[in-house]
């Protein structure tokens, strides 16, 4: 087995201990025929000192544990290839949340607004014997929403979330709002919108497109929220 | 630690893990109004349940007919005859049912062009008692799991249901009757413990992949709640069946679901041939799994593997329509592209059998209520992979876990809405012994200063678990096994860690799912090196195929339930259930597809 080394420069953080937040330099061998991803390379690391803490579960992009700040850009570890990565790799916690021990970010403020937005369908109708009928086109219209992961990469990168993430639902908030408006079995539409329709919950996105950037699942939140706001202006007029 | 420091919090049900099984369950107690606790390592979106990619079945009959009798046909005879039948009929009359409940929880379904849920072929799934594929497959593209499991817990939102994120149940408690009690957790971020009290517990703590090297599991899937089980004194039933998937990318251990042959694909060996062909004739490369994945093996032991050490064969679909790649198989593209290097649109997936899935556990019946030597386990429920109803035997078929998820979640949560029913308003006076052993556990590994590496005896018992313990089985390294493994244990008890921290210390985290880990790897171990016969999934060398015992199978004397016993390894067993609810047995066969 020929090893190769990587180098790190991680944040590293232990309010047990740490006075302040600090960089650390260390470096890990992997085994390049099997440790491929920036994850493989973490848990050797951890290997090696013990004490450096991240979250991570599925190591296949689906469950959204292991959201991180990699060289400047919010991605996932497990989907990250180590050798597209400019060394030493920079790792850092989420940007704009609570650092709870080095890359584990207080997650609260982020779902607290994915709560914000009654994320499921609303539907009073006295359901049926069988399935709600959706034709094929409806259902297209949840492709690109409904795969969220809420693994946090685009509202940790948003700049107005930084700045108003108590009053700004934020891109990944915004995305599942619009999963729940495109759901033709939805009947909440309307109250939705009331909802939103706000300077800060929707009207705080500037069309940055950071988001849109650095989702790991190639969503959309931007045409997303394009997509609010045109329903708010024919709601008008 | 003084016992009487320790906070209490009382409920009126506490369910462990936030997977498809303790959402299900969940949704049932909070909308009838109980006081109810969830409590989940990982935010509950993040529970493997989301890496679940084919479907889930249910004889809803959207494409061509379908039969509930048809689906539990096909699950005895996946099961090898080793399910119980009055919990599989159970669960394949109740699928339609919850299938739908579950789009009607907002679940994106995919949809045929009447606008009903899409359905797809999956392995062993035939209509009319054995005949010829059916669609029952009911699927959300390649992420029927994550989609499941958000839908699932948004329906949660809807109703409330109290989540306490990142704490992880370290040991259940029992009064000296043995009733259950409730659970002592600890919260990840602060260390803290406490006992979770209430009148009914249910687990829904998932699989324990993870005892083996190679897994399509993911790294929380520790079997928790089998080890905090089997340290109470409960026996953990027919651990030897493990299910070995066919596909997982060579190399990474990532599933690529078997909806890939349901929509066309091919296996290949080296020569480029349909080996399937020839080990199902009828099947093909939709034979059970136990059935394709020692089909594979053996085209890799006789060097018809592929790539330059041939040891995997390629999963081909390159002869399907890119369209139907991109709208059916999305996931599995993206998979192929990141883990194998390779687009499947135009070159095959290199894979070979990984270690998937647990079909044993705690023993239940189908009501999701534990039960030892024919006595239910008062206030003491389980569901999901960590349980065993037993509807999946001897080999589970693929998509009827999703749907064990929702039957058997749904049906724990009426059995313990009942139970709490009955029960006197206060809650009885807590035994503290069992959290006596908790906070022990949790001290020995704050003083200890010298012992075992968590990762070293971690990969050990990995590595002796894969060895000994595989696709295929040989008494003499089952024996070696059973003693390595009991080495491991040695180990594990003794482990040290230097991490004091208090606050998210994941080191001690890892140490804690380790002992857990331990007890499912000498269940395994010691069950397999017992069972001297081939059934399903379990296959060894010794108990081969004669005219008495076809593919090895002896119903004379081994159509049996394993129960292991933590205490001295002792082993019991009881007899399988082959009275369904209302219908005839579907008799012993030999199995062929
Ligand atoms: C890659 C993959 C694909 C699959 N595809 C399919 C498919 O297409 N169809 C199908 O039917 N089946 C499929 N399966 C199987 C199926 O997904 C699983 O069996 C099922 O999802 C398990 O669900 P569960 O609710 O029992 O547990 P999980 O979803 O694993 O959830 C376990 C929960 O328990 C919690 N927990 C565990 N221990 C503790 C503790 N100590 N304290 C607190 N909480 C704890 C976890 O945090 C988690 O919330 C697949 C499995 C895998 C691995
Ligand atoms: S487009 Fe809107 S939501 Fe996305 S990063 Fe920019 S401001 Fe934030
Ligand atoms: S939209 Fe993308 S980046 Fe944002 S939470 Fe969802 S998956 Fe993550
Ligand atoms: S570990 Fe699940 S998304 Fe990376």
Known sequence: MTTQTVKFRIYRYDPDKDAKPYMQDISVEVDPSTERKLLDALVKLKVVDESLSFRRSCREGVCGSDAMNINGKNGLACITDLASLKQPIEVRPLPGLPVVRDLIVDMTQFFKQYHSIKPYVINNSPAPDRERLQSQEDRKELDGLYECILCACCSTSCPSFWWNPDKFVGPAGLLAAYRFIADTRDEATSERLDDLEDPYRLFRCHSIMNCVDVCPKELNPTKAIGKIKDLMVKRIS | ?593
Not at chain 2, 63 to 89: C, F, N, R
């Open chain 2, 1 to 593: 630690m003084k016992m009487s420091s320790i906070p209490v919090r009382k409920f009126d049900a506490i369910i462990v893990g936030a997977g498809g099984a303790g959402l299900r369950a969940a949704l049932q107690l909070s909308e009838a109004g109980m006081k109810t606790a969830v409590l989940s390592k990982v935010f509950p979106t993040r529970s493997h349940t989301v890496a679940a990619q084919g479907g889930v079945s249910a004889s809803l009959g959207n494409s061509e007919p379908d039969h509930w009798h048809w689906h539990m046909y096909d699950t005895v005879k996946g099961s090898d005859w080793l399910g119980d039948q009055d919990a599989i009929e159970f669960m394949c009359r109740e699928a339609p049912n919850v299938v739908i409940e579950l789009e009607h929880f907002g679940m994106p379904f995919d949809r045929n062009s009447d606008g009903t849920i899409y359905q797809r072929p999956f392995g062993g799934h035939m209509s009319n008692f054995g005949e010829k594929p059916v669609r029952r497959a009911c699927a959300a593209a390649d992420r029927t799991g994550h989609a499941m499991l958000h839908a699932l817990y948004q329906r949660n939102v809807r109703a409330n249901t109290q989540f306490f994120v990142e704490w992880m149940a370290l040991d259940l408690i029992r009064d000296s009757e043995g009733n259950v009690q409730g659970v002592v957790a600890m919260e990840m971020e602060t260390s803290e413990i406490v006992i979770f009290q209430a009148k009914a517990t249910l687990f829904a703590t998932g699989g324990a992949g993870r005892i083996f090297a190679s897994s399509t599991n993911a790294f929380i899937n520790t079997g928790d709640g089998l080890g905090m089980a089997a340290r109470a004194g409960i026996p953990l039933e027919d651990m030897e069946f493990w299910q070995f998937h066919p596909t997982g990318v060579a190399g990474a251990g990532v599933l690529i679901t078997e909806g890939v042959r349901g929509e066309g694909g091919i296996l290949r060996n080296a020569n480029g041939e349909r080996f399937m062909e020839r080990y199902a004739p009828n099947a093909k490369d939709l034979a059970s799994r136990d059935v394709v994945s020692r089909a594979m093996v053996t085209e890799i032991n006789e060097g018809r593997g592929c790539g330059p050490n041939k040891d995997h064969v390629l999963l081909d679909i390159t002869h399907l329509d890119p369209e139907v790649i991109m709208s059916k198989l999305p996931g599995i593209r993206e998979i192929s592209i990141k883990f194998a290097g390779v687009d499947p649109i135009k070159a095959p997936i290199p894979v070979v059998p990984t270690c998937h899935y647990q079909m044993g556990g705690i023993p239940t019946n189908y009501r999701g209520e534990v039960v030892v030597e024919d006595q239910v386990v008062k206030g003491f429920y389980a569901a999901g992979e960590c349980a065993c109803a037993s509807v999946h035997g001897a080999n589970r078929l693929g998509t009827n876990s999703l749907l064990d998820l929702l039957v058997f979640g749904k049906s724990s949560g009426n059995s313990m809405i009942d139970f709490i029913k009955g029960q006197p308003k206060d809650l009885p006076e807590l035994v503290m012994n069992d959290v006596e052993r908790s906070v022990a556990r949790v001290a020995r590994l704050d003083n200890q200063t010298q012992g075992a590496n968590v990762n070293e005896a971690r990969t050990a018992m990995q590595r002796t678990m894969q060895a000994h313990c595989g696709v295929f089985r040989f008494n003499d390294m089952l024996q070696e096994g059973v003693k390595k493994i009991l080495e491991v244990e040695v180990m594990v008890k003794n482990t040290v860690i230097a991490d004091k921290s208090k606050t998210f210390n994941t080191a001690r985290l890892e140490a804690l799912e380790l002992e857990n880990l331990i007890e499912v790897a000498k269940a395994t171990m010691i069950s397999a090196e017992a069972r001297k016969e081939s059934r399903g999934a379990h296959v060894r060398d010794d108990a081969a195929d004669t005219a008495e015992n076809p593919n090895g199978r002896d119903d004379q004397n081994w159509l049996k339930h394993t129960l292991w016993h933590r205490e001295g390894n002792r082993l019991t067993y009881k007899p399988v259930n082959l009275k369904p609810l209302s219908v005839e047995t579907i008799a012993l066969k030999t199995r062929s597809y």
